[in-house]
């Protein structure tokens, strides 16, 4: 089983459906990029990602090449989603974005990172600016792969 099919796929864990659909359309309008799926909630995303309930079917729902999950879901933390991924054998390959508030710590940015985030992408708190770099972090996950999962953005 490959960790990274071409085209990409993402998953994008974010219960904020204005901001999900704008990093859905990034990625959209890039040719060749892949496809992303939404997980709204920590629990649907291990779902998603163990292949359980209506995820079964590995051929619609197929592993992500790279997570992105929001620090802050629906109550639950993006952190604790990393950790989970990392634990797991067949999971902790997969490179894990985490895209944090503006406002985040360095205490949670180190936690972050000591989880094993490979990136941390801070989110604007301006539409503008949130919508603008959450295009550029689509080109960069999609034209570079293996240089933009590795570094901060």
Known sequence: MS????PHHFLLVENDPHEAEILANAFAAIPDCGTVSVARNVSEAKAYLIGAG???DRKKFQLPSTILSSYHVDGDSGVDLLAWVKADAHLRKI????LA?????????AEAKKTGSVRIARKPTNPK???????????AMCTDSSESCHTDF
């Open 54 to 56: 209506i995820y079964s």
């Open 95 to 98: 490179p894990f974005v985490l």
């Open 101 to 109: 508030p503006s406002s985040a710590s360095a205490n949670e940015i």
């Open 129 to 139: 600016d949130l919508k603008s770099m959450l295009e550029r972090l689509a080109e």
């Open 3 to 6: 960790l990274n099919p071409l």
